[in-house]
């Protein structure tokens, strides 16, 4: 019987001790950097994490951020390819990841860029509502409401920390009914 009730709440402490690192990656291929910050000109993505990974967990963190074969180009006169940032941020911008892969302070074309594996950038916790906001955008935009900058290759991806919900209590409960009628059971 003991037996029984040291496994009963070993499985209770391994149904909430789940957790999973996964990546969310974006193609940056043909994007543009367009205006400053939040410019309804600029790219950008709401994503629900629950429903790009197809699960859904209770809780989710981005800790790295990682981009590889970054080439990106100015377009406008007086663009920099410094200026040109890719963000990733919870929906009510309390965390967030500002990423410039190029420290070149002139125009042209920069890259290919890479961050040579993930970077810690976090963690940035996201929002109860599990979704997360991508966008592009300058620091200083030279030619307004027009395309500064754009991205002939690369992707960017962002490491994140999920965790699958913990049981409810009633659910815990019941698992601990059950191992207790399993244990009375046994003994009779």
Request: proline content about 5%; charged content about 15%; overall charge negative.
């Amino acid at each position: 019987m003991k037996k029984l009730l040291l496994i009963g709440a070993l499985g209770v402490l391994a149904a909430g001790a789940h957790a999973a690192e996964l990546t969310l990656s974006f193609d940056l291929t043909g994007l543009n950097n367009v205006d400053g910050i939040y410019d309804p000109d600029n790219y950008s993505v709401f994503v629900n994490l629950d429903t790009y990974f197809s699960h859904d967990y209770s809780n989710y963190s981005v800790t790295d951020v990682s981009w590889d074969n970054v080439v990106l180009h100015t377009v406008s006169a007086g663009s920099w390819c410094s200026d040109a940032v890719f963000s990733l941020e919870n929906t009510d911008a309390s965390g967030y990841i500002d990423v410039a892969p190029s420290s070149l302070d002139a125009g042209g074309t920069d890259g290919p860029l890479s961050s040579g594996g993930f970077v810690p950038a976090g963690p940035v916790n996201v929002l109860s509502d599990d979704t997360v906001f991508f966008h592009l955008w300058v620091v200083y935009d030279d030619n307004p409401n027009g395309v500064d900058s754009t991205y002939d290759s690369g992707t960017v991806t962002y490491k994140i920390h999920a965790d699958d919900p913990v049981p409810e209590p009633a659910s815990i409960a019941a698992l601990g009914l059950g191992v207790l009628a399993l244990a009375r059971r046994r003994r009779k």
